[in-house]
């Protein structure tokens, strides 16, 4: 029997120990959230990307909501680095878990210097968003090739000291090989994945939904095709993988698990609930309790994979 | 464009807040809430009471809440929607709607029976402030403006302020608030399209007269741009202060997902501001349209 | 004004005339609809796909359903080519509407040959499946990339004089440059796109849902993704685009229209609601008479691109 | 293995058509029925009556629809159901089901109320053939199986053939379609776990003796693979027929898509048949556990 507080849920990812393999996504997380959730609940905190460049964002439209999911064009709306350094991470400081900070930049060089730029107290992990689909014409970033990923991770690894997340897109068709290029240069961890390049149309006026006429694709629908990829990446690479793409539950959370993340991010369900990343952590822990698993790394890369049998006889009643 | 996120300082009660304290308690919650009432007031709105927290319940005029909509039969409403608040009762712990039925989301709270439930999550956003000095303000609103004033009557009433309230609707029986209104002790000038008493000239003619008869220390206003774009000038004209309730398209509702920004004129400089968090309720003089 | 009689829901798609733009996509058709919804109605008929191979298809479960989604993994059961002849395509002989016929082969090689062995009276259109994602190993495929898509599509167009439609994966991140590849090598349409490889595993057994483990992820959920490589793949080029991908509503078919496609397939839509294409059909004709659009043609690529303006303005009441 | 899927031959009504003659008419209807009656008629089965149309109606005994179910909350069951026909009535235009509440999808059927709707799709696939020889019949049903034999009772007397039905459940109280079978003058004879008479061993027991009697020119049954087996026995040790009516997952229920296959023994060989097209329902012998 295992009791509540035997249950261990903290997990090592990419250099650093978090007390559960629960964090929020990217640019779905603020300080306003601090609100509704006690932050000192979650796995780590996770700020929105930041640039060198000021940047004022997409023109609106920003979102559409599509069955299950939303499509948004926020674009990376950025008032520089000393802001950045002066305003958002002192707000992070009082709280006990890890900040996680997501850069990106339009040269592998930029990317380098804005992460030893924010190698600063206060800042436990740089995660390089390479998969941004907003930011390079037509979708195409640095994670759409094993090749231009790699670059941007060396250079990236050599500029800081910090755990070093690279953040992949699942617009690409060779994510598992871009994963490994990633691994092979250095990174500490690959989260899998951004969002889907997407479009929707007003059949009013026949203009695109969003400003930016196309947008990431959010939400439950992706689901699967991320869950997917992290399975792929699982078996490409030896790092570990933090799971991200239409997590609303504690089920969800462990099927990424098993598929083979070590933890796990939360975007587009704290639009729903806010409360969801608490809910979750919850949740994880009462299946680990029903389940008898002592600690959450067992769920990682648990599925189980054995030679197809006669499946059909499930399909029938129980036998009289 | 220059950017400023930073939270506006009419009304310091929802601003962001120093390193928690211990034990947590949160300020916003998304909740379970019980259907007391959504009963049709007029051919467009539905009134919506729901039982709920205490935290929920201590909603103040000009925030909102964010309600997660029932799906209607072949749609399936993704975000949740942004509703003022029309009435709070903290003691009874119940707050209040007013909602027209436009879209998908609308739609699914139509469908929405007495007992039933709905999950709502607030209270949001920075609403209006009443200064104590005031003794008459304005209030002129349409649309879904009409709800959004609605709970400063009782509000005024309790500062000992006197309100009067332009109510603009297409028709009158289109008008809501009005009982509200009377009941708190405002003064109700409705005026209409039909009546052909809604244009922006003959809502100046009023103003004026007011501000002639030092019945409008405040302007407070929502759900229409021409009625706006009057109240900004005689606010200059006067130099009168000012507070408009904003509507944008939203997501998240706290602040974190950006969709929500619109341009604002602060000094001279254009800057960029979270609907959701920042407002919904801003200066008036440096909103634009 | 336009009479009900006067629109022209006819298409002109990659060597053939349609009577209006609406078929189902490969393997979700079959000649048990028949007794649903008369065929003589719909644009074309597309078979399941057929090897040259006889293949039992896989093992169960081989589909599993997701919110606004199912991942299927049927694999491609065929009794052969002989058993095609003559079986499955006089079934179709009777119907008005061009019998579309889709293959898929190992090699390039076994593509030409199938094609040409299949150029046969009572076949209009051959539409290769160079997609399938579960055909090859982790769901790589001809249409992964723009040089083996190319390869493939250069011999089949030299083994029939039939109209030759090219089906694309979406799981590339490449799709219009593959699109531009299959033109430059003579197909006459392409198809965007087939399923996304997608996986789902069971909570209480840790083992996949599928029996195949991973299968193709179709329905509403997938259609935002999609549009936008049919717009991507419109851009690029000049070839006619047939639309598939979560489509159920003359709504669905129509956003796709204006992305960029001449025609749409329909395949889950038809599992859940099984007259969906003649719905579609019905609601297509209707949008134009309401529109007054006179020929469907003119929804062809109708997407309206424009400079962002203050689109701010549009939340607000209509001023007084 | 080779593959076979032409359709089996028992009974040609639903067997595919010629080229369609003009004016096309379907034979199979997607339709919103209403709903008449959605009871519980004991702790596990509900029972389901929807009045429709005239061909969803003419649904004959073994065949099945595919139920589009309502969304409980917080689940999304997306592909249809497959559901045995219970009953139909030409006349009244009335079919009716017997369902248990397992997942999502049949959650989501139990939350109909009388006087809504449901999308129902059908009648689907191959029934049960009754040979006019025939003068008296064994069904044997446990689980849903005891749906799907139930409305061979009326069809059985109408075709002059007497039934003997063996129902098969966990307690007493869980057996249904006793009345239907007893309202047609069948003999029924219940089995249980709980009473210990359900074993396969009592079954053979309960078998011989009818056979014995001349009671048994065929069998029929659904729903347990362990009494599949005992009358596979049987029938190969007294030449009798039989006719089982199969369960697979479903996606389409039309054929169309090839999820729902399992495997047949015909003849020695193994083939692959589709269940809602060829069958549900299959030849005893050739069906494989
Ligand atoms: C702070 C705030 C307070 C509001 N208060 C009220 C109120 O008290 N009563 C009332 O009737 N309406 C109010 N509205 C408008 C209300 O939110 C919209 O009418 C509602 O979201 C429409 O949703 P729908 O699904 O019915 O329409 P759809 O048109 O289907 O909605 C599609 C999308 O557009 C958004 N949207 C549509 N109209 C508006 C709008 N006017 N403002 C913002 N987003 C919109 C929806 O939220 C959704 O994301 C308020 C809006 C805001 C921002
Ligand atoms: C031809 C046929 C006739 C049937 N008739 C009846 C009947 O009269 N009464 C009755 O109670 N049940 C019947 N069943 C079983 C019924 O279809 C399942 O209980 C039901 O689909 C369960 O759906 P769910 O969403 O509640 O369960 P879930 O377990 O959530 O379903 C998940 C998926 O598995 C499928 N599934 C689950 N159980 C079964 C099953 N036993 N057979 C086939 N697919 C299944 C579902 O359709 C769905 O696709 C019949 C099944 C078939 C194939
Ligand atoms: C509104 C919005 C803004 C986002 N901004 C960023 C961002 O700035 N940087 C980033 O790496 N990802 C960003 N993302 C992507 C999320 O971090 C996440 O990868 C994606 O939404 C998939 O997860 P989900 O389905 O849980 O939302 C954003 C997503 C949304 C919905
Ligand atoms: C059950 C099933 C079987 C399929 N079989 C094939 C096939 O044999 N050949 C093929 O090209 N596509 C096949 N597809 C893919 C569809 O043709 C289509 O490309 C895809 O389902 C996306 O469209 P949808 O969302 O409208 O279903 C299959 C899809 C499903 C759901
Ligand atoms: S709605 Fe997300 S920031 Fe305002
Ligand atoms: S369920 Fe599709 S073929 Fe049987």
Same mark, same amino acid.
């Given at each position: 029997?295992?009791?509540?507080?035997?249950?261990?849920?903290?997990?090592?990812?990419?250099?650093?120990?978090?007390?559960?393999?629960?964090?929020?996504?990217?640019?779905?997380?603020?300080?306003?959230?601090?609100?509704?959730?006690?932050?000192?609940?979650?796995? %780590?905190?996770?700020?929105?990307? @930041? $640039? =060198?460049? *000021? #940047?004022?964002?997409?023109? !609106? /439209?920003?979102? &559409?909501?599509?069955?299950?999911?939303?499509?948004?064009?926020?674009?990376?709306?950025?008032?520089?680095?000393?802001?950045?350094?002066?305003?958002?991470?002192?707000?992070?400081?009082?709280?006990?878990?890890?900040?996680?900070?997501?850069?990106?930049?339009?040269?592998?060089?930029?990317?380098?210097?804005?992460?030893?730029?924010?190698?600063?107290?206060?800042?436990?992990?740089?995660?390089?968003?390479?998969?941004?689909?907003?930011?390079?014409?037509?979708?195409?970033?640095?994670?759409?090739? %094993?090749?231009?990923?790699?670059? @941007? $991770? =060396?250079? *990236? #690894?050599?500029?800081?000291? !910090? /755990?070093?997340? &690279?953040?992949?897109?699942?617009?690409?068709?060779?994510?598992?090989?871009?994963?490994?290029?990633?691994?092979?240069?250095?990174?500490?961890?690959?989260?899998?994945?951004?969002?889907?390049?997407?479009?929707?149309?007003?059949?009013?006026?026949?203009?695109?939904?969003?400003?930016?006429?196309?947008?990431?694709?959010?939400?439950?629908?992706?689901?699967?095709?991320?869950?997917?990829?992290?399975?792929?990446?699982?078996?490409?690479?030896?790092?570990?993988?933090?799971?991200?793409?239409?997590?609303?539950?504690?089920?969800?959370?462990?099927?990424?698990? *098993?598929?083979?993340?070590?933890?796990?991010?939360?975007?587009?369900?704290?639009?729903?609930?806010?409360?969801?990343?608490?809910?979750?952590?919850?949740?994880?822990?009462?299946?680990?309790?029903?389940?008898?698993?002592?600690?959450?790394?067992?769920?990682?890369?648990?599925?189980?994979?054995?030679?197809?049998?006669?499946?059909?006889?499930?399909?029938?009643?129980?036998?009289? | 464009?220059?950017?400023?996120?930073?939270?506006?300082?009419?009304?310091?009660?929802?601003?962001?807040?120093?390193?928690?304290?211990?034990?947590?308690?949160?300020?916003?919650?998304?909740?379970?809430?019980?259907?007391?009432?959504?009963?049709?007031?007029?051919?467009?709105?539905?009134?919506?009471?729901?039982?709920?927290?205490?935290?929920?319940?201590?909603?103040?005029?000009?925030?909102?809440?964010?309600?997660?909509?029932?799906?209607?039969?072949?749609?399936?409403?993704?975000?949740?929607?942004?509703?003022?608040?029309?009435?709070?009762?903290?003691?009874?712990?119940?707050?209040?709607?007013?909602?027209?039925?436009?879209?998908?989301?609308?739609?699914?709270?139509?469908?929405?029976?007495?007992?039933?439930?709905?999950?709502?999550?607030?209270?949001?956003?920075?609403?209006?402030?009443l200064?104590?000095?005031?003794?008459?303000v304005?209030?002129?609103?349409?649309?879904?403006?009409?709800?959004?004033?609605?709970?400063l009557a009782k509000a005024a009433k309790a500062n000992?302020t006197k309100v009067?309230?332009?109510?603009?609707?297409?028709?009158?029986?289109?008008?809501?608030?009005?009982?509200?209104?009377?009941?708190h002790?405002?003064?109700?000038?409705?005026?209409?399209?039909?009546?052909?008493?809604?244009?922006?000239?003959?809502?100046?003619?009023?103003?004026?007269?007011?501000?002639?008869?030092?019945?409008?220390?405040?302007?407070?206003?929502?759900?229409?741009?021409?009625?706006?774009?009057?109240?900004?000038?005689?606010?200059?004209?006067?130099?009168?202060?000012?507070?408009?309730?904003?509507?944008?398209?939203?997501?998240?509702?706290?602040?974190?997902?950006?969709?929500?920004?619109?341009?604002?004129?602060?000094?001279?400089?254009?800057?960029?501001?979270?609907?959701?968090?920042?407002?919904?309720?801003?200066?008036?003089?440096?909103?634009?349209?």
């Amino acid at each position: 029997m295992i009791g509540p507080f035997s249950i261990d849920l903290s997990v090592e990812v990419g250099g650093i120990k978090l007390r559960n393999p629960v964090m929020p996504a990217s640019g779905t997380f603020a300080e306003g959230l601090e609100k509704v959730i006690d932050f000192n609940r979650l796995g %780590a905190l996770v700020t929105k990307t @930041v $640039t =060198r460049e *000021l #940047r004022a964002g997409n023109p !609106l /439209p920003r979102v &559409v909501e599509r069955p299950g999911s939303l499509i948004n064009a926020i674009g990376i709306p950025s008032k520089g680095v000393p802001h950045f350094i002066e305003k958002i991470i002192p707000q992070y400081a009082a709280y006990d878990p890890p900040l996680v900070v997501s850069i990106s930049a339009p040269t592998a060089e930029g990317f380098a210097s804005l992460a030893a730029e924010l190698t600063l107290p206060g800042v436990s992990v740089i995660e390089a968003n390479i998969s941004c689909p907003n930011i390079e014409e037509d979708g195409k970033a640095f994670a759409m090739r %094993a090749e231009s990923a790699e670059k @941007v $991770t =060396r250079q *990236l #690894r050599s500029a800081t000291k !910090l /755990p070093l997340w &690279v953040k992949l897109t699942p617009n690409t068709g060779e994510i598992a090989e871009v994963a490994r290029a990633v691994e092979g240069a250095g990174a500490d961890a690959v989260v899998v994945a951004n969002t889907f390049l997407s479009m929707a149309i007003d059949l009013k006026t026949f203009k695109p939904c969003l400003g930016n006429i196309m947008g990431g694709l959010s939400g439950p629908a992706i689901k699967p095709i991320v869950v997917r990829q992290v399975f792929q990446c699982a078996k490409s690479v030896k790092i570990p993988i933090i799971g991200c793409g239409g997590i609303s539950s504690a089920e969800d959370a462990i099927e990424y698990m *098993l598929a083979g993340a070590s933890a796990v991010q939360v975007g587009t369900a704290t639009f729903l609930q806010p409360a969801a990343m608490v809910s979750i952590i919850d949740g994880i822990e009462m299946f680990c309790l029903q389940r008898e698993i002592s600690s959450v790394t067992e769920l990682v890369h648990g599925v189980v994979i054995e030679e197809a049998d006669d499946q059909d006889l499930a399909w029938l009643s129980p036998p009289t | 464009m220059s950017l400023d996120h930073s939270s506006v300082t009419m009304q310091p009660a929802a601003a962001p807040s120093a390193p928690p304290p211990v034990p947590w308690k949160p300020s916003i919650v998304a909740e379970v809430a019980k259907v007391v009432a959504n009963t049709a007031v007029n051919a467009e709105y539905r009134h919506l009471v729901v039982d709920c927290s205490e935290i929920a319940a201590s909603a103040r005029p000009g925030q909102f809440f964010q309600l997660l909509c029932p799906h209607p039969v072949g749609e399936q409403p993704f975000l949740r929607r942004p509703m003022s608040l029309y009435g709070a009762d903290r003691t009874r712990r119940r707050v209040e709607f007013l909602y027209k039925v436009t879209g998908a989301g609308t739609r699914g709270l139509d469908t929405i029976e007495k007992g039933g439930t709905l999950d709502i999550m607030g209270p949001l956003g920075q609403g209006f402030t009443l200064d104590s000095k005031w003794r008459h303000v304005v209030a002129i609103g349409r649309g879904a403006g009409l709800a959004t004033l609605a709970p400063l009557a009782k509000a005024a009433k309790a500062n000992g302020t006197k309100v009067t309230a332009i109510l603009s609707a297409r028709r009158p029986e289109l008008l809501v608030s009005v009982d509200i209104f009377k009941r708190h002790g405002a003064d109700v000038v409705p005026v209409t399209d039909s009546e052909q008493t809604s244009g922006p000239g003959n809502v100046e003619r009023i103003l004026r007269g007011l501000i002639a008869e030092g019945r409008c220390d405040a302007f407070f206003t929502c759900g229409s741009i021409r009625l706006m774009r009057v109240q900004q000038r005689l606010a200059i004209e006067f130099g009168l202060p000012g507070q408009v309730a904003m509507e944008q398209q939203m997501a998240c509702g706290i602040g974190l997902c950006y969709c929500c920004v619109r341009d604002f004129n602060v000094a001279g400089e254009i800057v960029n501001r979270r609907v959701c968090w920042d407002g919904p309720v801003f200066d008036l003089l440096e909103a634009l349209p």
